[in-house]
């Protein structure tokens, strides 16, 4: 048992138990996807299911558990994982740092933690109506430094060619991989763009709430507004010469004027499990869809324009959600009951084929 451990917590081998059978499960689920030509559960239904798994199994419980000792299981999970977090912020002044069982406790520590983060927040929404991260952006949530996941993905491709026995994260940042630099994602790259993952204090400054038909932020009292500030309150508004898109006969500086334009001008959205809408700029690398919720589930997710508090488009586009017309429809439905007019919305009917 590792310095410092619980007494009654599981030890290293039945921690490396009950991660061979969540392995084991993983691999039967998607047998059975491929057999069937289709899912048999929901990202957020195989999290679920696998999380409670490992826990009642790491700690030696009966598969036949009551819910009275799942949630003691998972009780005792939650005071394991805030010790193991203290543990890691101590690791670099700890002689037991490099010792293999106590990474191997750590990195299971945080796999349970990760796993928990993605459906952090599910327990209060329908599961066909929770949207759980793509896989695609765990690397983005796994990763301490949350760099951004489109730039993770070629070094992650790249670490699975190569024949080495560490892990991506130890490849990556201290072992054989960490001098690589791709040309198509230079490791400068890489290292600057962090996305930023709000705390819960700090997502408070992008809730919003609405009155007499106008958003606004619910801490600071502001009107919500995304176009560029010499727009005024009542000013007619043509979005497409406010954000005009690219044309083939621009010259270089027109094209990239007109982009930085509309980029300043970039806003999203996510809906969380209770309906609470949360705004704020799309920082491509720093800020995404995936800032509000540290990678947790969402409900809806996309992009908007405001103009001082009134609605002007909404769209249900997110690289990092994909949220289905379900998602969409829920949140149109939600400002309608938050009394935000939708009559001369411009409302985008194009969704994302939802991908698992």
Not at 167 to 172: A, E, K, R, S
Request: charge should be neutral; include cysteine; proline fraction near 4%.
């Amino acid at each position: 048992m590792p310095n410092g451990a619980a007494e009654g917590a599981p030890t290293v081998e039945q921690q490396a138990a009950a991660a061979r059978k969540i392995q084991a499960a993983i691999r039967a689920y998607n047998a059975r996807r491929d057999l069937f030509a289709g899912p048999i559960l929901t990202d957020l239904q195989k999290w679920n299911y696998l999380c409670l798994y490992a826990r009642l199994n790491a700690r030696g419980t009966p598969a036949t558990a009551t819910a009275t000792d799942a949630a003691a299981a998972a009780a005792a999970t939650a005071t394991d994982i805030a010790c193991a977090m203290q543990d890691d912020a101590r690791q670099g002044d700890s002689e037991s740092a490099n010792d293999p069982q106590d990474k191997h406790a750590r990195l299971w520590t945080r796999m349970m933690f990760l796993t928990s983060q993605l459906g952090k927040g599910s327990s209060t929404a329908p599961s066909e109506e929770a949207l759980v991260l793509l896989t695609e952006h765990w690397l983005e949530m796994s990763d301490k430094k949350h760099r951004y996941g489109s730039n993770l993905k070629p070094y992650h491709e790249r670490w699975l060619r190569e024949t080495t026995s560490e892990d991506f994260f130890d490849w990556l940042d201290n072992g054989s991989g960490r001098d690589l630099s791709l040309e198509e994602r230079p490791r400068s790259r890489l290292e600057t763009e962090l996305v930023q993952y709000l705390q819960e204090h700090e997502r408070e400054q992008y809730a919003v709430t609405a009155k007499d038909g106008l958003l606004y932020y619910r801490d600071s009292g502001d009107l919500v507004h995304t176009l560029p500030d010499t727009v005024r309150a009542e000013d007619e508004v043509d979005l497409s010469q406010v954000l005009p898109d690219a044309d083939v006969n621009d010259d270089e500086a027109t094209r990239l004027e007109k982009k930085r334009l509309r980029n300043r001008a970039k806003y999203i959205y996510v809906m969380d499990p209770k309906g609470v809408l949360y705004i704020g700029r799309k920082i491509k690398g720093n800020f995404h869809h995936s800032s509000f919720f540290g990678g947790g589930t969402v409900c809806a997710a996309g992009g908007i324009v405001v103009n001082h508090g009134r609605l002007m488009k909404v769209n249900p586009k997110s690289g990092h959600y994909r949220p289905g017309q379900m998602h969409f429809d829920r949140l149109l439905r939600t400002l309608r009951e938050m009394g935000v007019p939708l009559d001369n919305v411009k409302i985008s009917t194009s969704i994302f084929e939802r991908r698992k």
